[in-house]
């Protein structure tokens, strides 16, 4: 194999590596991906509820809840950026002042 096209290989393989596991929340989890999410997660229509105090740490958005019923929840999603475009995680809710379960073991 050519010399050169071994040096491109090397130092094309690790940047592609980089950006293909990229995670910022911020960017890769819209304010419609937390909506639809959480939506899906409670059982409730998109208009049910409102979001508010999001905030984005690392790979992770954290935000809380409160619903037309008035019931409040803390919930969270993870995101990331690769080369196929984003990935959101589902959202995680629990009730505020309640220990966080996982929704699997319900």
Known sequence: ?????????????????????????????????????TAFALGIGRSDFTVSNRVDDGTTTGYSVRTKAGQDFNCLVGGSLGLFGRAVSEAVCSKTGEAARNPLLR
Not at 10 to 19: F, K, N, R, S, Y
């Open 1 to 37: 194999m050519n010399p050169n096209i071994n040096s491109l290989l090397l130092t094309v393989t690790p940047a592609v590596g980089t950006v293909s596991t990229t995670g910022c929340a911020s960017l890769a989890v819209s304010d419609e991906a937390v909506v639809e999410r």
